[in-house]
């Protein structure tokens, strides 16, 4: 783990109003993306707004480096359909941790993201103090698609023997 800033644990909480690509639904599962780090969710069956509520770690060495996310559909004998992809950065999360935050009341807003073209925020997004640490929740609206968002959360973990943000 040589280089490692940390682990970034992203929550994969929902997908909202998500394509249907079955006959009347969906069976989706998201994976994500970060450099040659590949990590997937549980598939969730016939559910168009699926709660996966799922945690996925994935470990950061540079910060810079955008995170993937792709929706599939599950299918039993063909190929499985993408229904979707968004991608995200951390750098706004990422500088919120630098910053010295003790003392802090909880609940307080940190940063704030604007959707726009460079990024896939469906909605302003948040960085909040909230329980002693950092989180950043996100609403991201999937391209190459006629709809759909999946609403993610991220939270950063230290490890003891890594470099740090």
Known sequence: MEGVMGLLRVRIKRGINLA???????????????????????????????????????????????????????????????????????????????MNLEGFPEGTIITRVQPCRENCLAEESHVVRSKGSIVQDMALRLRNVECGEVEIQLQWINLPSSRGV
Do not use: C
Not at 82 to 97: N, Q, S, T, Y
């Open 20 to 98: 249907v690509r079955d006959v009347r639904s969906s069976d989706p599962y998201v994976v994500l993306n970060m450099g040659r780090q590949k990590l997937k969710t549980r598939v969730i069956k016939k559910d168009v707004n699926p709660e996966w509520n799922e945690d996925l770690t994935l470990s950061v060495s540079d910060p810079h480096v955008p995170i993937h996310l792709e929706v599939y559909d599950h299918d039993t004998f063909t190929r499985d359909d993408k229904m979707g992809d968004a991608e995200f950065d951390i750098k706004h999360f990422v500088d919120a941790l630098r």
